[in-house]
């Protein structure tokens, strides 16, 4: 299927959301937001983008406002970034994208990747029914956890009282990265969506564990509605490569059909 290639921004407060449409040709097309995860930007998750326009739907990716540690397009401070602020960020561009002319509100997907799929699932919770579908790759339901813990990923620091701000490996965090999660139970957190749900994660991830997606496929199946399909790739790490990105497509593609 053809489809044209543009940038778009909208605004989140007073912050700028930078990203980029893959637009097919046709009018009332189903949508599909992706968002990227902890320190990437939007180039990481464009071969979603491109398999979702290929199969009929406007797709979008874009920058979490101080998300990324190199590349990222759109406005804010890492220090000032959070789950909740990238909330906020989603929210903005489901808003922007919802209100064009040739989309179809009432066909809206949601997929993320580790923190952007944690993101895109309190997301899904907290709009439930004007999300259609939700799917999420190896999602980082760990967070919480790891904020009272006081480890995370690259970083160190007395959880009862974080630092205003600290170093995650390249990246410089702010103590709201902390506290906007520290209290959080995740997967009552996420257990509200109403909707369809996909799950992949892989068996060799050293940063969000498998047993946290196992955790989020027990809340999900203890919903009244919505489906559950959760997949397991044998050996894939965080952050799939390119085989297993095949493999993950695959259940994609099973899942929206």
């Not at 893959?22 to 189903?30: M, V």
Request: proline content about 5%.
């Amino acid at each position: 299927m053809n489809y044209t290639k543009t940038k778009f921004t909208c605004k989140r407060g007073n912050l700028t959301i930078r990203g980029v449409e893959y637009r097919p040709e046709g009018e009332n097309l189903p949508i599909a937001i992706i968002s990227h995860g902890f320190m990437a930007n939007h180039k990481t998750v464009l071969q979603y983008v491109n398999f979702f326009a290929e199969n009929g739907y406007a797709a979008y990716a874009y920058d979490f406002c101080g998300g990324c540690v190199m590349g990222g397009k759109s406005d804010g401070l890492t220090t000032d970034m959070s789950v909740l602020t990238e909330v906020e960020d989603l929210k903005a561009v489901i808003e922007y994208v919802t209100s064009l002319p040739y989309t179809n509100a009432d066909s809206l997907l949601l997929m993320g990747c580790s923190q952007g799929g944690f993101v895109s699932a309190l997301t899904a919770a907290e709009l439930n029914e004007k999300v259609s579908k939700l799917v999420l790759f190896y999602p980082a339901l760990c967070i919480p956890d790891d904020a009272r813990a006081g480890k995370m990923m690259f970083a160190k620091f007395d959880p009862n009282n974080p630092p205003e701000k600290f170093r995650c490996g390249p990246m410089k965090l702010g103590r709201q990265y902390v506290t906007d999660v520290i209290g959080m139970g995740p997967f009552e957190e996420i257990k509200p969506y109403g909707g369809d749900v996909l799950i992949v994660h892989g068996t060799k991830d050293k940063i969000v564990p498998l047993e946290y997606s196992e955790a989020a496929k027990k809340a999900y199946l203890s919903r009244e509605n919505g489906s559950l399909t959760f997949h397991i790739i044998e050996k894939a790490k965080h952050g799939f490569s390119k085989k297993h990105d095949v493999i993950a497509i695959n259940h994609i593609r099973s899942f929206i059909k």
